[in-house]
């Protein structure tokens, strides 16, 4: 063997690209130890047929198709990157052929025949050949594919991140956050179905709404309940409370869950002291627009109920059922416009606060009478009352009062007088339970009242 060829052996040898040298018949005449590694061979391809070596895997067709082409093609050096398989292993390869004419070029006159031979081989002195030069792309592959997956998570997450806030703002708008939140994150946030919990529920309503929304318009009328719903919503959030549903005026919270606080009492208590002393911001906004002045009322009450989604499989809502509930909703019926109604089971876990009255009730479906407090202040929180002063008639007024049965106005009347009035008050020469529901006529129009005292009404409409 020529020093020549012992100085290019050596140099292929240790060169990190695999190269491979195949005669113009096709024989393979050297193969460096990087493309035995690359390409999974060893020195029994040396003087054997390529074809016979290479040939038989579909997988690899591209990379021997390149081969044959670079064998058969006397003028183009070719280069492209191949997909080659090794076992399971598939392999990304930058593969570069030229044709042998002249054989390695060295400085002086060297022979050009000899220099090709111990190229291409003695078995080749008379024929051209191909070099193929192979470099290992694969884990570079691997690496674009790893950043461009990363970069495809990240597009990804930015998409979710973009899909839960839309979805979360478009719940949030329907559902309370934190309901959306337990729908979304929690693995049975879908389950139907419910879990006892103790909670303090509100319960709001509008005095006369439904009388307003008879002879508003009602763009103006969703105006204006907007406004008020928009306000009260704030100071519920503010309170950590849970907004289960607004049912037309009304407003359904609850305290306690699916935020967990160990003071929900208090929190609603305060809550409902607040929302009845925003109402003067309420009916300043309803000055300025010449909307109807309001006045609402709110009973509270803390006890055991089922929480959880309501409904079926194609539709349901993640609701609070229970006799609690329908309790909470009884005290608000007994409240005036101005007015925090509260259950001892409320009252009770309160730290400090102080109430104008109590009262025994017996709401409907209850089987023993409850107290409720009229709530003044809680803590250093006060609620606000604007109390006007009662006048004595000029003339006694004869009215003839309907009393109410739960929705309905009794047919039979009762005939008394008014004593005295004022604004939103007027004292009268009968008596009747406390929080009965009356209308009667004055003046033209119908009035609804609710007895506060045993013979003093609060009005409630006009």
Request: glycine residues 8%; charged residues 25%; aromatic residues 8%.
């Amino acid at each position: 063997m020529s020093d020549e060829r012992k100085i290019y052996e050596r140099i292929v040898k240790d060169m990190a690209e695999g190269v491979i040298t195949i005669s113009a018949d096709g024989m393979t005449t050297l193969v460096n130890g990087a493309c035995k590694r690359i390409l999974g061979v060893d020195d029994s391809i040396i003087g054997v047929s390529f074809a016979k070596s290479f040939f038989g895997r579909e997988e690899n067709d591209e990379f021997n198709q390149m081969i044959l082409n670079a064998i058969y093609d006397h003028t183009t050096t070719q280069s492209s990157i191949v997909d080659y398989a090794v076992g399971e292993n598939r392999k990304k390869l930058y593969v570069t052929t030229a044709y042998l004419r002249e054989g390695i070029t060295r400085a002086g006159n060297q022979d050009a025949r000899k220099n090709r031979e111990w190229i291409v081989g003695a078995s080749a002195s008379e024929n051209n050949g191909i070099v193929v030069v192979i470099n290992d792309l694969s884990e570079l592959y691997e690496l674009k594919d790893a950043v461009k997956a990363m970069e495809q998570i990240k597009a990804l997450n930015e998409q979710l991140k973009l899909r839960n806030q839309l979805i979360s703002e478009t719940f949030g708008r329907y559902l309370s956050d934190e309901i959306v939140e337990k729908l979304l994150s929690s693995p049975d946030g879908r389950r139907l179905g419910g879990d006892k919990q103790e909670v303090t529920i509100i319960m709001s309503d509008i005095r006369g709404f439904t009388a307003m929304s008879e002879i508003m318009p009602p763009v103006e009328l969703m105006a204006m309940l907007n406004h008020y719903l928009a306000l009260m919503t704030e100071i519920i959030q503010k309170y950590k409370g849970t907004i289960i549903e607004f049912i037309g005026d009304a407003i359904f919270a609850i305290f306690g869950a699916p935020i967990e606080c160990k003071n929900g009492a208090e929190n609603a208590v305060k809550c409902a002291v607040e929302m009845q002393n925003a109402m003067e911001i309420v009916n300043q906004y309803n000055e300025e627009q010449e909307y109807p002045h309001l006045e609402m009322g709110i009973g509270v009450n803390t006890g055991e109920v089922i929480l959880g989604n309501i409904g079926s499989e194609k539709r349901a809502k993640y609701g609070v059922v229970g006799q609690n509930v329908n309790l909470a909703g009884r005290i608000e019926g007994y409240t005036v416009g101005g007015q925090v109604l509260a259950s001892e089971s409320t009252t009770c876990q309160i730290g400090s606060f102080k109430y104008r009255s109590v009262h025994e009730i017996y709401p409907k479906g209850i089987k023993v009478p409850i107290n409720v407090y009229d709530i003044a202040s809680v803590g250093e929180l006060v609620c606000r009352t604007d109390i006007d002063e009662l006048t004595a008639a000029e003339s006694l007024v004869e009215i003839e009062v309907h009393v109410f049965d739960g929705k309905y106005a009794r047919e039979e009347a009762t005939v008394c007088h008014i004593l005295e009035q004022s604004k939103k008050r007027m004292r009268l020469d009968t008596q009747m339970e406390l929080y009965t529901n009356i209308k009667f006529q004055y003046e033209g129009t119908e009035v609804m009242g609710k007895f506060i005292e045993s013979d003093l009404i609060q009005i409630v409409t006009v």
